[in-house]
């Protein structure tokens, strides 16, 4: 078994790229087979947990506010729901606000090396949010056949195409894995945009600082025939920008920047990092730690 | 399965007994054999891409130039929108208004036009509300143009939001939104529930003044449409028509976006209320027993508020952009696609049962005035060719009629009904000795502009929206009203269907023919 914290040989060996394992090997990592998860037990053990303990969990710690679900009206089968990534909130945050129809036959595209790490972490994320290992550490075709068979089977995939959480408060550049998935499968990409989350548990937080949060659903965008994967990813990561915009502004004054091309990137400026921490403002991270009155002596 | 088309059935012994809407509540009736009920068509199928749908109205209008050649950096542009008294009951979310002019908005926006303006296009309504606003046009409109007075109710009271167009060949004064007239373009967006609805009549109506309303808002006009939903034998759209030519000659340039939806009226549990009564499943009878009898025991209150939650689940079946006149007369041809019904010959006696809404008591009370306005205005004119009872005839409605009034809403009804039904009802006598001081007074122009309340005048054009149908009936009677407003109203109260079609035999005889308009959903008679 591996443990993140231990390293080899304290915890389990990590297995190299396209070396077969033996048979009657335990799997882990992106070899974690999570089909048991999506039998009719699992998915109802999902749902009690997820309109349960997991709902009132998102609700007392990020009190969401949810836009744009009209956007999706009319919005028929599967599709790819892409959004910017800044905690581990949200996952659960946009399980409780993904509409029914596609709620309860969603899979969660989840990093193989966090999420995977042990069977007993696999177990639990495969259980509790329908988490299916995604190798994001080096080239595998694997994970996208898994992930692309399970969209043709219908079932809806949540991808955070940065690939990880925010370390800075500002986001990172789309990786290419949605846009594939959508012209491979012929399936729309739903983007979101998720604001508030990396105040209340941001990457480093030990424990969660309730607050309130704020999740806007885009218009489904579907792949213009012959368009590449890279330029779709752009056009993904640019509706997220435009979402980020309307959230920060109002509708308008986002679409308008958005025709002009001038929406402000999900990136941030490149800057020195005071200055792109700077210009974050109101959507800076606290401090951690316990803030005293009078230093200690 | 497509849609099935109404039909007219003739009762007989098999026939079960028949629905009829009764205010917030629904009875069943045995009608007599050899009756006829008035069927409506299925809700026609709609379209299955609506953005889509809405995009290509605008990128290939009909006799016009797309709309984003028409908009360009530096643009006045004013986004014009039917109020809350459509449709009816109001849709679900999102609502079409919002699907269509978050579409012209991105087209603005990739324009370059700055300077937009959006106005409900009220007339004389009271104002919609921060939470109507925002279900007709969505939050992300609101919330981006209303804190900047940008999106606001239009107000026929402000002197300098008005502007004074013209005179028709006919002498009747053109006035409307200063802001719209001056526009380098005016978007109006519409809803068109019914045949009345649209054309010209959107901009010539929705935002005029009393000084325009009242060349067309009058008896004699009014006595003269046969019927407002026929706009080729109404004298209302006739002058609708001219209003909208003077705009046109003064450089008003138009662009209307006009949408159709099905009559898919009510959603579960209600929807059996849409459904032939043979065709009710166990589960619909279930639900109307239960229903029926909670509503009849709760307080008028509590039904009210069941009611005025429900939001109807129509759906586009069509939308069209460009012209004024060469859109609406596609729209019409739609509305009559979902709503005509054959019939062969008029009625001796016609009954319809009320249901609790009308376009006027959206959130609000169907008072006794409305209740005469519903029957003898709208559903009464619901015909093409001739109406659906004969000259002389008689209009059994069952309505319960409260002698009740909203006070923020209807404040000047409740004057009118006091002061004016009390002395007389004839529309003549009512429009020459009342209608100016009601129309000017200064409280009712107060509430008009600050609160939520109708214009004072409103309950005078309610009453002559029914002066056509009071001209032809012989008699009105109410089933399950208010004896004493119905009395006001100048109406026979009655207890039951039978003692109705009892009192109706003093006026068409022993063995009158009887026919049924079996509504909501909304459908049209064309009879022949």
Redesign the interface.
Known sequence: MRFPLLKFPLSAPTRPAGVELLPGARRSGADYDTEWARRPLSRYARLLMVEGPIRLGVHALAAPER??L?RL??LQGPAIFAANHHSHLDAPLLLTSVPNRWRHRLVVAAAADYFFANRLTSAASALAIGAIPIERNRIERRSADRAAALIVRGWSLLIFPEGGRSTDGWGQGHRGGAAYLSLRCSVPVVPIHIEGTGRIFGKGDKRPRPGSSRVTFG?PLHPVAGEHATRFAGRIEAAVATLAD?AAT????A??R???GESPSLTGPELASWRRSWALGDRRRRAPGRRTAWPRF | MSPRPGFVMEVDRSTPPTLFMHGEGFRLQSLPVGSRIVYPPEALPTVA???GAIRSALVDPVDSEPLSALLFPGMRLTIAFDDVSLPLPPMR??DVR?RVI?AV??LA????V?D?HLIAALALHRRMTEAELRHAV????Y???APRGQLYNFDAEDPDALTFVGETDQGEEVEISKRAAESDLLVYVNINLVAMDGGHKSTATGLASYRSLRHHHNVRTLQRSRSFMDQHRSELHSSNWRMGKVLRDAGVKIFQIETTLNNDTFPPPFDFLQKREWEWSARDRATFVASSKALDRAPNRVRRSVFHAVRAPHDLTGVAAGDVEAVHRLTTARVYDQQLVAVEGQTDVLTLGLPYICPYNVNSVMNPILVMSTALGYFFNLYRGRPLVREGGVLIVSHPTPWEFHPVHHPSYIDFFEQVLSETTDPLEVEKTYEQAYAEDEWYRHLYRTSYAYHGVHPFYMWYWGAHALQHLGAVIVVGGDTRAVRRLGFKPASTLRDALEMASDTVGRDPSITHFHAPPLMMADVT
């Open positions: 836009a744009g009209d009206e009319g218009a309307e109002d509708w308008w004054s679409r308008r958005a025709a002009k | 891409d609506i953005d979310r999102p919002q978050e908005l991105d926006a990739a324009a370059g700055d937009v969505g939050d992300r409109v919330d981006a143009f």
